[in-house]
C-alpha cells in the first residue's frame, strides 16, 4: 500500500541552525501538507501546497519556514534560523485532490530537537 | 476566527462500552469542513473523516459514527463496543476550507480502553 514516507526521523540541531524536513507523498497526490506538534500538545496546521505553490498558510508560517517540491516526489520543509521553540514533531501529509473524497495520508513524522 | 473544543480531556471505558467524545465547534462561514484525527500511542496521525457543513447526514463506518449537527455546532464520534485498540488521542478539527488548510485543532480527548 502506497505510504507518506518522512526522513528523517529524528533530527538534533543547534539553535539558529537551519534545517529541512523531508517528505516524500504518495506519487499520484496533488495536495501536500505540514502540520507540527509540540510535545504533548495539540496539532497545528502549518501550511497546505497546491500546483507547485503554496495555497494555505497558518500564522505560524512565517518567514522562517519555507516549502518546496524541488522534485517530482520530495517535499521539503525548511526552517532557516531554528528556535528552541521550533522542537516539535513534524508531519507531512498529502492527498490526491481537494474533492469531496479527499483523504489525507500522514507521514510517521519527524521529531525536530532545537538546543 | 474558527475554534475547536474538545470538553473531554480524559476519558476511561472498558472494552465493548460504547464512548462519545464531543466536539463544539465555532466559524463565521456557511461553508467549512470538519475533520476527526486519531494519533495512538505509536504517534502517528491517522485521518478518519472530513464531512463538510452541507451534508449533515450522519455516518457511520463500522464501529465508528458521527453525528454532525449545525444546530448545536457539533460533531460527535462515537465508538461502539470499544477496544483496546482504540486507546489514541482524537483530534477534531475545523477547517474553512476545501482541503483542510488553515485547518484548526481541538486539543484532543485521550481515550483509554482497558481490558
Known amino acids: 500500500e502506497p505510504e507518506v514516507t518522512q526522513t528523517p526521523s529524528h533530527q538534533v540541531t543547534q539553535m539558529g541552525q537551519e534545517v529541512i524536513l523531508r517528505c516524500v507523498p504518495i506519487?499520484?497526490?496533488?495536495?501536500f501538507y505540514w502540520y507540527r506538534q509540540i510535545l504533548g500538545q495539540k496539532v497545528e496546521f502549518l501550511v497546505s501546497f497546491y500546483n507547485n505553490e503554496i495555497s494555505e498558510k497558518s500564522e505560524i508560517f512565517d518567514d522562517q519556514f519555507s516549502v518546496e517540491r524541488p522534485d517530482g516526489s520530495n517535499f521539503t520543509l525548511k526552517i532557516r534560523s531554528t528556535k528552541l521553540e521550533d522542537s516539535a514533531m513534524y508531519f507531512c501529509?498529502?492527498?490526491?485532490?481537494?474533492?469531496?473524497?479527499?483523504?489525507?495520508?500522514f507521514g510517521p513524522g519527524t521529531r525536530l530537537l532545537v538546543l | 476566527a474558527q475554534k475547536v473544543t474538545q470538553a473531554q480531556t480524559e476519558i476511561s471505558v472498558v472494552e465493548k462500552e460504547d464512548v462519545t467524545l464531543d466536539c463544539v465547534y465555532e466559524t463565521r462561514d456557511t461553508t467549512y469542513y470538519l475533520f476527526w484525527y486519531k494519533q495512538p500511542p505509536s504517534g502517528e496521525l491517522v485521518f478518519l473523516i472530513r464531512r463538510n457543513s452541507f451534508d449533515e447526514q450522519n455516518e457511520i463506518s463500522g464501529r465508528y459514527s458521527w453525528n454532525f449537527q449545525k444546530s448545536t455546532s457539533s460533531f460527535n464520534f462515537t465508538i461502539t463496543a470499544s477496544q483496546v485498540v482504540d486507546s489514541a488521542v482524537y483530534f477534531c478539527a475545523l477547517s474553512e476550507d476545501t482541503n483542510a488548510g488553515k485547518s484548526t485543532f481541538g486539543d484532543g480527548t485521550t481515550l483509554t480502553v482497558k481490558p
Open positions: 506519487s499520484n497526490h496533488l495536495y
Open positions: 501529509a498529502s492527498s490526491e485532490d481537494r474533492g469531496v473524497a479527499e483523504t489525507q495520508y
